[in-house]
């Protein structure tokens, strides 16, 4: 019904009335003849209905031939429409204008929306695509899209599949990211040797496969061979097998931490500028007028789309807000220091201490004062299991 | 005539004599299909020509929502129909 109402608008149409005395002889000669008439009521010697604007002189025709008067009361549709604004010609140049206008702007991209992974920030996508001449504003080119995603997959290493899809004014880009390194193929892990990882003297030893070539009170060194994997029989063979097991020595460790006497706080004052700009279309228009300051300010961006029912519009409103800071060099003082640099060897413990086989069996820390700097050191002596696998390549020939 | 007793909202009969059909539902609205010409068209009733016999619709709000050579439909409050021979 819609649709029927839609075409008789377009058409055109208007309504009428029939005055005489036989009304429905206007009737039957208007459907004889094929003329269309809807919204038909009647009362004694009145008739009021519509038609099509295209049969108002048949309808003239048959209230004469009928004799009956016929008087317009109203017209509809878009020829009325026009038929009242055919004097204005701005009226029609603009819709003109408009549409080539529409036409234009639609080769355009208007709006970006970047659906990025976890992991990859569509900000830094943003930017990326920018430097590479794909932002808001651009004329859509199929081949300019073609090479961004070339261009973007071969510069971040961290895409490994990137789509620009171009719906109307809309691009969506769509992004896969690269899974993690691809393992090495592993090596043969069957024959090895245990190595020791740090000079001390060895105070434990268990030993499951292969055969200890160190005793218990033995001074060892970094990088000796503890635990062998090849096994001498007296009849001249040699068996090559994997070696397994714990070997603790005590080992010494020596650390040092260091702080500056001074260092430069930043101190943000109550100066700060903003600056505002409107990007419409493609086109920066600034809102606040001033350079942008120098020295000792930084600046933080706010970019703010305009967004009508969930459709990003082309309008960015940008906001830059640059804070005035300045550097105090600051002393610190020796008590301040020592504290600051126990908490940081405390930290250290734990992490040292957080593998099971490290025990502590004794520390001396000592706290120095140097021109520049506070000095903290702390020797250790660890027991600690010093086995390090090192494997066995074999060649066949 | 035949009846449908099953729709008791929308009641319809169908009449289908010498090319006339006439479609009813309930008492809002006619079909006719085999018109020859409007004979009276009131508010309150319509009679139409079928070449053998006239229809006549009573009621109340009548009007002719369209129609073209043979066919007309019509629409108001319909109280009765008279067929006058």
Known sequence: MFLVKFLRWIYGYFEFCINGRFPERFLNLAARNGLVIWDSSGTKETLRAKARSSDKNNIYLFAQKSENNVTIIKNYGLPYLCSIYKNRAGLFCGMILGCILCCYLSGYIWTIKINSPKGINSYEIREELRQLGFYEGIRFSQKEVNRVEHSIKIQDKRISWLNINIFGTNAVVEISATSGKVKMAEENKNIGNLKSTADGTITKINVRKGNSTVHVGDGITKGQLLVSGTTEYSDGTTLISDSDGEIYAKTSRTVVLHMNKTYDRIKFTENSLSKKEINFFGISIPITFCGNPENNYCKTVIRQRAVFLQQELPITVTEEKWLHYNIIPTNISKEFAKQQLQKRLQLYEVFLLCSNDKTILAKNISFDENKNDYVLTANYIIEENVCEKSYVRIKES | ?85
């Open chain 2, 1 to 85: 005539m035949k009846t449908e007793s099953s729709h008791k909202l929308k009641e319809k009969y169908t009449i289908n004599t010498h090319n006339i059909n006439m479609i009813i539902n309930f008492n809002r609205e006619v079909i006719f299909e085999g018109c020859k010409g409007v004979v009276e068209y009131t508010d309150n009733s319509i009679k139409l020509n079928t070449g053998k016999f006239l229809v006549a619709f009573n009621g109340r709000g009548l009007h002719i929502q369209c129609m073209n050579e043979s066919n007309i439909v019509i629409v108001g409050f319909i109280t009765s129909i008279e067929y006058i021979m």
